[in-house]
């Protein structure tokens, strides 16, 4: 198969291979100290202005799709802890209207992981900032950083449901299916795309749109089993990740990754905490954000009807000094 990534020995960026086996006394496995900014992580591929200025020029039909749902739209959702924002508005006289949210979980819907989401069980977190540093006050690896200076990028979308349905099979979310990294490669050839240098990459699964039909009493039950549809954890992933020099990996779903672990998680060992997760290799060690519950729905069927992958996208997280994560407030212009 033509590779369809970019070949980071061309753009000057060290393959995932080579990190694993640092010997420029950088941490092992890790992005740290490559970029110029020590807390923005893979963004950095995205910032060039020539890099800013093509991915405008992908814009072909003038049409915007917001990419978030609303922020009480996953209540009841797979997690057990977030709920939803109580929204009071109020008046200092008959003039007057103002608002504010109280328990506002700042990753309960559509939203983007900070690096600070995320410590690595074996290096701890990001860049290599102290524990103790990342609590509320202090702004290291904060959000701020991608709203002070937005991600501004060509986003790709990978329509792993289409390409399932072409297959003639469904993804199995009920089920909460394993997807294996197979399926994206199958994606790429059959969308035919190639990746380029800070692309942002969209997973379109379903899941969201399917969830979100469910009875109240269905997602309770989801919620229970523990059971959520996403990309079965695997070196191999992790690698592409990290090799096509993405900007961001974002999808539908709840984690990007599937729930619970795949039997055959390679970071069991390195990532106890999260029980293999893959969450750990992405942000903590190579600072690549995820995206997770994206409303990609309307997107991909739109870009399926003109066989439009790509677009420009901005992803703007509000602007709270230290945040672990926001709302993504991402846009895509076809």
């Known amino acids: 198969m033509t590779s369809r990534h970019?070949?980071?020995?061309?753009?000057?960026?060290?393959?995932?291979?080579?990190?694993?086996?640092?010997?420029?006394?950088?941490?092992?496995?890790?992005?740290?100290?490559?970029?110029?900014?020590?807390?923005?992580?893979?963004?950095?591929?995205?910032?060039?202005?020539?890099?800013?200025?093509?991915?405008?020029?992908?814009?072909?039909?003038?049409e915007a799709f917001g990419l978030?749902?609303?922020?009480?739209?996953?209540?009841?959702?797979?997690?057990?802890?977030?709920?939803?924002?109580?929204?009071?508005?109020?008046?200092?006289h008959p003039a007057h209207r103002d608002d504010y949210l109280d328990?506002?979980?700042?990753?309960?819907?559509?939203?983007?992981?900070?690096?600070?989401?995320?410590?690595?069980?074996?290096?701890?977190?990001?860049?290599?900032?102290?524990?103790?540093?990342?609590?509320?006050?202090?702004?290291?690896?904060?959000?701020?950083v991608w709203a002070e200076t937005p991600i501004v990028t060509r986003g790709i979308l990978l329509d792993l449901q289409g390409v399932r349905a072409a297959q003639g099979r469904d993804i199995d979310h009920p089920g909460g299916e394993q997807l294996p990294f197979a399926l994206i490669e199958q994606a790429l050839a059959a969308q035919d795309v190639t990746l380029r240098?800070?692309?942002?990459?969209?997973l379109h699964t379903g899941w969201a749109e399917w969830f979100l039909g469910l009875s109240a009493d269905g997602k309770h039950r989801q919620q229970e089993s523990r059971r959520a549809t996403g990309m079965a954890q695997s070196a191999e992933f992790v690698d592409w990740a990290w090799d096509s020099g993405v900007s961001l990996v974002a999808a539908d779903n709840f984690a990007v990754e599937c729930l619970p672990v795949a039997n055959s998680s390679p970071f069991t060992g390195s990532a106890p905490n999260d029980k293999g997760m893959m969450h750990q290799e992405l942000l903590?060690?190579?600072?690549?954000?995820?995206?997770?519950?994206?409303?990609?729905?309307?997107?991909?069927?739109?870009?399926r009807?003109?066989?439009?992958?790509?677009?420009?996208?901005?992803?703007?997280?509000l602007n709270v000094v230290g945040a672990t994560g926001s709302p993504a407030n991402a846009t895509a212009i076809l």
């Open 68 to 92: 978030d749902y609303p922020a009480d739209a996953f209540v009841p959702g797979m997690s057990r802890t977030r709920g939803a924002p109580e929204h009071t508005i109020f008046a200092n």
């Open 103 to 144: 328990g506002f979980y700042l990753q309960g819907s559509s939203q983007i992981d900070g690096l600070r989401h995320r410590r690595s069980d074996d290096v701890g977190f990001y860049a290599g900032v102290p524990d103790e540093r990342v609590r509320a006050g202090t702004p290291d690896l904060g959000v701020q």
């Open 305 to 317: 009807e003109h066989a439009q992958w790509e677009c420009l996208l901005t992803v703007k997280p």
């Open 197 to 202: 240098t800070g692309d942002a990459v969209m």
């Open 284 to 303: 903590a060690k190579l600072g690549i954000p995820l995206g997770e519950l994206w409303q990609l729905g309307p997107i991909a069927a739109r870009m």
């Open 6 to 62: 970019a070949d980071p020995h061309v753009t000057g960026w060290p393959t995932r291979a080579e990190l694993l086996q640092r010997s420029d006394g950088g941490e092992p496995g890790t992005s740290w100290g490559i970029f110029p900014d020590p807390w923005r992580g893979a963004p950095s591929f995205a910032d060039a202005p020539e890099n800013v200025l093509a991915a405008t020029r992908v814009v072909r039909r003038g």
